[in-house]
């Protein structure tokens, strides 16, 4: 979905390194979620934010951060990064409303901690 | 126990075949529904919304069993370009009002020629 837009791509680091994976939407919603996927455990939220001044621990918030900098980008950081954050991880968006309303979601970042 | 729960698979089936998909969950509190269509190494989609009367879209019919906490896919005369892996969704209130999504880990299917 190119109105969500995840960078970088891929990423391979080492363990304790500060890593920042940004979102950016096109799509005018209010709502941002990150998750990550790993095999067999399907997608996990990390942390969510309704709008620019909130921000919500998800499922798995431990070790991660997140920035909501304007409506329209959200970032996930990992402070000190570890190898059991490696993952695929997605950036969503949603409109407001309830939550009944679709996620849209970015291609995703795949990351490797060494 | 999970609190969202579906078969892995893999399921492989011919072109043209039915085949359904299960998926289970724990929380009687869980509001809304959905499936999600994930192809390999791409960002989740959503295949549609399941409603408590059932509902169809074309080759796809959904199902929601609330008193059995059970919910189901059909996919009726499958094409090559269904093979996906299919996500279970459900919503349910978390902290305060506000509503969480929580993903299976999907069911893959394969549809052969």
């Known amino acids: 979905d190119a109105d969500v837009t995840q960078t970088p791509r891929n990423r391979i680091t080492k363990t304790g390194k500060r890593i920042m994976l940004e979102c950016s939407q096109t799509?005018?919603?209010?709502?941002m979620y990150w998750y990550r996927q790993d095999p067999g455990l399907g997608l996990r939220l990390i942390y969510y934010?309704?709008?620019?001044?909130?921000?919500n621990k998800g499922e798995i918030s431990d070790g991660y951060s997140v920035s909501r900098q304007a409506q329209a980008k959200f970032s996930l950081s990992l402070e000190s990064a570890i190898p059991n954050q490696t993952a695929l991880y997605f950036c969503?968006?949603?409109?407001?409303?309830?939550?009944?309303?679709?996620?849209?979601f970015g291609d995703g970042t795949r990351l490797s901690i060494l | 126990r999970k609190e969202v729960e579906q078969d892995p698979g893999p399921f492989n089936v011919p072109e043209g075949a039915t085949v359904a998909f299960n998926c289970t969950y724990s929380?009687?509190?869980?509001?809304?529904f959905f499936w999600y269509r994930q192809d390999c190494r791409k960002e989740p989609k959503l295949l549609m919304s399941?409603?408590?009367s059932g509902n169809e879209d074309g080759r796809f019919t959904a199902q929601l069993n609330r008193a059995s906490q059970y919910i189901s896919l059909l996919i009726r005369d499958s094409k090559l370009s269904d093979s996906a892996t299919y996500l279970c969704?459900?919503?349910?209130?978390?902290?305060?009002?506000?509503?969480?999504?929580?993903f299976g880990s999907g069911t893959q299917l394969t549809v052969l020629p």
């Open positions: 969503a968006t949603s409109v407001g409303g309830g939550g009944d309303q679709p996620q849209h």
């Open positions: 799509k005018g919603h209010d709502r």
């Open positions: 934010s309704f709008d620019v001044k909130d921000i």
């Open positions: 929380n009687s509190a869980s509001q809304s």
């Open positions: 399941v409603y408590s």
């Open positions: 969704v459900v919503t349910r209130i978390s902290s305060g009002s506000a509503r969480q999504l929580t």
